[in-house]
């Protein structure tokens, strides 16, 4: 079984200022490791996402994370912020061997200040 | 492509009453995905179907809830009767599972609120 946990539940940082989500996992087979966004009242929208290789993956909107295995973490990170991207940030973790069924973590707030 | 499209948006429905959530895959994926969204739970995996033929649904909470996939375009997931607990947001996902594509699109979900 897999599970996931995202250390925040909220997040406010000033806008154009860094932030990094937490997550960690926890898996006893090699993941794929996804970060979706939730604007208000839209579905999930895929970030980026980990499947193999360089342990650093780049996504849309500016926003990267780091696949770290010994930690089992995956943060997400943006260099400066946007009012724009307040949302709810979720982390997710799918077993490469089954089928795409995605278990999420609880999800961060993520609120920009001006 | 559309994109995955669900409907109604929103439903708000007196308890006791039948509910049916639909969803349209996008065109070409082969695995639907049926998620709840709530404060307590956060998102669940309710079902998910491969080629129309349901795979797990050990996320179904019980057997008031029911879903079926009659065909690669079309999935509805029942509540039948609905209860104020099942107030959530429902969300329906497709992939293509075995083409190397790994991502998984949500529809922009049903509001279902049981009064």
């Known amino acids: 079984a897999q599970s996931v946990t995202q250390l925040d539940s909220q997040v406010p940082v000033f806008e154009e200022a860094p932030v990094e989500l937490r997550c960690n996992y926890s898996?006893?087979?090699?993941?794929?490791l996804f970060w979706y966004v939730q604007y208000p009242n839209q579905g999930l929208q895929l970030l980026l996402k980990?499947?193999?290789?360089?342990?650093l993956v780049k996504g849309i909107n500016g926003f990267e994370a780091e696949f770290n295995k010994s930690q089992t973490s995956f943060h997400l990170r943006k260099p400066s912020v946007h009012i724009s991207d307040t949302a709810e940030y979720f982390c997710?973790?799918?077993?490469?061997?089954?089928?795409?069924?995605?278990?999420f973590g609880q999800g961060t707030r993520l609120t920009i200040n001006p | 492509d559309a994109g995955v499209i669900q409907s109604p948006r929103h439903e708000v429905t007196e308890m006791g009453q039948e509910v049916t959530l639909r969803c349209k895959p996008i065109?070409?994926?082969?695995?639907l995905f049926w998620y709840r969204q709530t404060m307590m739970r956060g998102l669940e995996l309710l079902i998910y179907?491969?080629?129309?033929?349901?795979i797990d649904d050990s996320g179904m909470p019980e057997d008031r809830f029911s879903a079926k996939m009659p065909n690669a375009s079309f999935s509805t997931l029942k509540i039948q009767p609905s209860e104020p607990r099942d107030s959530a947001v429902y969300f329906c996902?497709?992939?293509?599972w075995g083409t190397g594509n790994t991502e998984a699109f949500f529809g922009q979900g049903t509001r279902l609120t049981v009064v």
């Open positions: 898996s006893s087979v090699s993941v794929y």
């Open positions: 179907f491969n080629n129309n033929v349901p």
């Open positions: 065109s070409g994926h082969n695995s």
């Open positions: 997710a973790v799918s077993d490469p061997a089954g089928a795409q069924k995605l278990v």
């Open positions: 980990y499947l193999s290789g360089s342990t």
């Open positions: 996902a497709s992939s293509s």
